[in-house]
């Protein structure tokens, strides 16, 4: 719809700059609640860094999984030419192996820094549906991403795209993830807008794993992978709901009653300042980590990265 922004005779892609748009917003709000989840800013600051690097690194690699076949196919213009080596480092990512890559990137900090990975993902998850919907619109913007004929006033002409087919209506289905991931943001800002008992990962990739299986029906680009007729990012929904359901279920069975045990009303620094009568914290966060699927150090009082 709109690849280009022409700002003073330059042509500056769009798809960058509201992605990078997404990021900053979704860092800053990562960076004013993690002193709620007991989490330094600083370090917050650092591990979304290492965070971004896996997501490339994840969601190139998942591409070219999804993708070989095509492109070992066209081998010859790929992997012996400039142009298609520079197409192959420059486009083409999937957005499950640049979750689970980013996830990993922040754990590799947390382990470093003995930090723990629990409180960084209970401040971080529930601002993931933010910056992912804004890389939707970034997507609608640049016209890849794109969905299935469909007939006006719903289907919309990609023109200018690099990506989708000019001549042909299509159905905005990078509008309709976007949405879908506001929505889901809401809600889960919301329900963890306060230390709680419930691993915020699990209710994520419930929630997620619904958006995605859902939109994947109304997509056409065919770069994705097929496998039985259903597509890599499906057969990863597929997987990735049972697993906020196990995290969940884990989460209960560890606390069976959902009321004052998992949404206390204490900040972080209110329940770290009261002590027992032998003078040791009383933290909810405590009971937070023992519920985490991914082990991680105690933070020991250690500084963050300077």
Same mark, same amino acid.
């Given at each position: 719809?709109? %690849?280009?922004?022409?700002?003073? @005779?330059?042509?500056? %892609? #769009?798809?960058?700059?509201?992605?990078?748009?997404?990021?900053?917003?979704?860092?800053?709000?990562?960076?004013?609640?993690?002193?709620?989840? $007991?989490?330094?800013?600083?370090?917050?600051?650092?591990?979304?860094?290492? =965070?971004?690097?896996?997501?490339?690194?994840?969601?190139?690699?998942?591409?070219?999984?999804?993708?070989?076949?095509? &492109?070992?196919?066209?081998?010859?213009?790929?992997?012996?030419?400039?142009?298609?080596?520079?197409?192959?480092?420059? @486009?083409?990512?999937?957005?499950?192996?640049?979750?689970?890559?980013?996830? *990993?990137?922040?754990?590799?900090?947390?382990?470093?820094?003995?930090?723990?990975?629990?409180?960084?993902?209970?401040?971080?998850?529930?601002?993931?549906?933010?910056?992912? !919907?804004?890389?939707?619109?970034?997507?609608? !913007?640049?016209?890849?991403?794109?969905?299935?004929?469909?007939? %006006?006033?719903?289907?919309?002409?990609?023109?200018?795209?690099?990506? $989708?087919?000019?001549?042909?209506?299509?159905?905005?289905?990078?509008?309709?993830?976007?949405?879908? +991931?506001?929505?889901?943001? @809401?809600?889960?800002?919301?329900?963890?807008?306060?230390? /709680?008992?419930?691993? $915020?990962? @699990?209710?994520?990739?419930?929630?997620?794993? /619904?958006?995605?299986?859902?939109?994947?029906?109304?997509?056409?680009?065919?770069?994705?992978?097929?496998? *039985?007729?259903?597509?890599? #990012?499906?057969?990863?929904? &597929?997987?990735?709901?049972?697993?906020?359901?196990?995290?969940?279920?884990?989460?209960?069975?560890? +606390?069976?009653?959902?009321?004052?045990?998992?949404? =206390?009303?204490?900040?972080?620094?209110?329940? #770290?300042?009261?002590?027992?009568?032998?003078?040791?914290?009383?933290s909810s966060l405590q009971d937070d980590a023992e519920l985490s699927m991914f082990?991680? $150090?105690? +933070?020991?009082?250690k500084t963050s990265k300077k």
């Open positions: 719809m709109f %690849p280009y922004f022409h700002i003073g @005779g330059f042509s500056i %892609p #769009s798809y960058g700059i509201i992605v990078a748009i997404g990021f900053i917003l979704g860092t800053l709000l990562c960076i004013k609640r993690s002193p709620r989840f $007991a989490f330094p800013r600083e370090d917050c600051l650092y591990a979304l860094l290492f =965070g971004v690097v896996g997501v490339v690194v994840g969601g190139k690699i998942l591409y070219l999984i999804s993708d070989w076949p095509r &492109l070992w196919e066209n081998r010859a213009f790929f992997f012996e030419t400039l142009d298609g080596i520079m197409i192959l480092l420059g @486009g083409g990512f999937v957005y499950y192996g640049g979750l689970f890559g980013g996830l *990993l990137g922040a754990y590799i900090y947390t382990r470093m820094y003995k930090l723990r990975f629990y409180d960084f993902l209970q401040t971080v998850v529930p601002v993931i549906p933010l910056i992912h !919907g804004i890389g939707r619109i970034a997507c609608f !913007g640049a016209g890849c991403c794109y969905g299935i004929p469909w007939d %006006p006033p719903v289907g919309m002409l990609f023109a200018q795209s690099l990506a $989708a087919p000019h001549d042909v209506y299509l159905f905005p289905v990078q509008l309709l993830e976007a949405g879908l +991931n506001f929505v889901l943001f @809401g809600v889960l800002i919301y329900m963890f807008r306060r230390p /709680v008992r419930l691993p $915020a990962v @699990g209710v994520y990739f419930l929630g997620y794993g /619904v958006v995605r299986l859902i939109c994947e029906f109304f997509r056409y680009d065919e770069a994705r992978g097929f496998f *039985l007729g259903i597509s890599t #990012s499906q057969w990863i929904s &597929l997987l990735v709901f049972p697993l906020g359901l196990v995290l969940l279920y884990l989460a209960l069975r560890k +606390n069976p009653v959902l009321g004052k045990g998992a949404y =206390g009303t204490q900040t972080a620094s209110e329940a #770290s300042s009261e002590t027992s009568p032998q003078g040791s914290p009383q082990p991680s $150090a105690e +933070n020991n009082g």
